[in-house]
């Protein structure tokens, strides 16, 4: 991704189920620099329009946000090309005027150097 860094955040729980959209009122994406750009970090929420479709669990893939492929990396995407994809902000908004599908990472196909995981739990449950 030429270091660029982006990602997403999903209150659904992953699963390995194949082919099977999640519906999510709180799942959004983030970029810390758009690589067109160069502009601020930017938080991409859901557009309201279509979010049961806001992730997709499939066995091959790492993950997928939104129904037009956002963001999809999949399995072994060091070496595999992933893809982002801004289909006119089908399920996530996008800043004004952006169309094109490389304002993420610079193309709209690349290759993942690393990937960070994150899970958050409440104080409550880390308390028990």
């Known amino acids: 991704t ?11 729980p992953w699963t390995s189920q194949n082919n099977v959209w999640k519906t999510s009122t709180k799942s959004f994406l983030f970029t810390f620099k758009s690589c ?3 502009d601020s970090p930017h938080k991409l929420a859901l557009s309201g329009a ?4 806001a992730v997709l669990h499939y066995s091959s893939y790492g993950l997928i946000f939104g129904q037009s492929a956002a963001i999809q ?4 995407c060091n ?3 992933c893809q982002t994809n801004w289909n006119s902000g089908l399920t996530y908004q996008f800043p004004p005027g952006t169309t ?3 304002w993420l990472v610079g193309e709209q196909t690349f290759l993942v ?3 960070e995981v994150f899970s958050l739990q409440s104080m409550h449950a880390i308390a028990k």
């Open 79 to 81: 070496t595999i090309p």
């Open 2 to 12: 030429k270091g660029y860094l982006f990602g997403g955040y999903t209150d659904v």
């Open 100 to 102: 094109n599908n490389d």
């Open 113 to 115: 150097a690393d990937i």
């Open 50 to 53: 279509d979010d049961n479709h």
């Open 73 to 76: 990396l999949p399995d072994r």
């Open 36 to 38: 067109s750009t160069g």
